[in-house]
């Protein structure tokens, strides 16, 4: 579930701040800074590099969308950029008109995925940039792609209730057995996923109040087609509002010309929490 991620220029790099995230937007210089900034948060005693992308045209005196992105396993690391230069943050450097939000980026390191402690790191950049930023806390949306893909259906499934919709991409919710190698151990959480009767249903029964898009290279020969088409399938199963979109000729990238959908962007930020 490798993605390939492009060298971000040495001016880039230098460019963006270092800067703890404080308790109040008011109280903190940084929340007057835009672009793509550096950050980092503590969880269980470790420092955990993030960033976070911040309009251009940014302003307290409004209540902004978040958008949580989980980057794929090529990304993993401890620098705190690779996981901006692929998927959507490589779509807002291409057109940063189409992305008015604030977008955060947390980073898992080598071996591990988007469950147990990885998923509460996550949880907490995002928490540090609601209590840094005006946001509006109805309009939280999560999306990833490939051990990102997987990491939004687990983090949407342990934390149903703090988004307003989520958008996988090229995801899975069961690893193989073949994959322990790549990821380590599975946590708790996640062999109580795969063990149930249908980890699909089971994961569909917890977020069916979630509006869902999912998207899917047909030729994808990293993570299988079907795992996408079975989640699909069982939340329409119970009624939920979910689009799917498979491409055609496409192999594992399907990050990029999803991320570049016209209507992707005008459809999540439409949705809010709670909204029928």
Not at 22 to 34: F, M, N, S
Not at 117 to 122: F, G, H, L, N
Request: proline share 8%; net charge negative; with cysteine.
């Amino acid at each position: 579930m490798n993605t390939t991620a492009t060298l971000l220029p040495l001016s880039l790099l230098l460019s963006l701040a270092f800067v703890t995230p404080a308790a109040r937007a008011q109280d903190c210089p940084c929340a007057r800074q835009v672009g793509f900034l550096l950050r980092t948060v503590e969880v269980n005693g470790q420092t955990h590099r993030y960033q976070v992308y911040v309009p251009a045209d940014y302003t307290p005196d409004q209540k902004w969308p978040v958008i949580l992105f989980l980057h794929g396993a090529g990304e993993r690391g401890v620098d705190g950029f690779k996981q901006t230069a692929v998927g959507i943050g490589q779509a807002i450097r291409l057109d940063p008109t189409r992305f008015p939000a604030i977008v955060v980026f947390p980073q898992v390191p080598p071996g591990k995925a988007w469950f147990g402690e990885q998923a509460e790191v996550a949880m907490a950049a995002l928490d540090a940039v609601m209590a840094t930023y005006s946001v509006d806390p109805d309009r939280v949306y999560l999306t990833g792609l490939s051990m990102g893909g997987h990491g939004t259906w687990y983090v949407a499934y342990h934390y149903p209730d703090r988004f307003a919709a989520i958008v996988p991409i090229c995801g899975f919710v069961v690893f193989p057995e073949t994959s322990r190698s790549f990821f380590g151990e599975l946590p708790p959480e996640q062999q109580a996923i795969q063990s149930a009767a249908d980890p699909y249903a089971k994961v569909a029964e917890r977020i069916k109040h979630l509006p869902v898009w999912v998207f899917h290279g047909a030729d994808d020969p990293v993570v299988p087609v079907e795992a996408s088409r079975r989640m699909v399938e069982a939340l329409k199963a119970l009624g939920a509002e979910v689009q799917y979109t498979e491409y055609n000729g496409v192999g594992h990238n399907a990050w990029d010309p999803a991320y570049a959908e016209a209507e992707l962007m005008p459809w999540l930020l439409a949705k809010r929490r709670g909204q029928k």
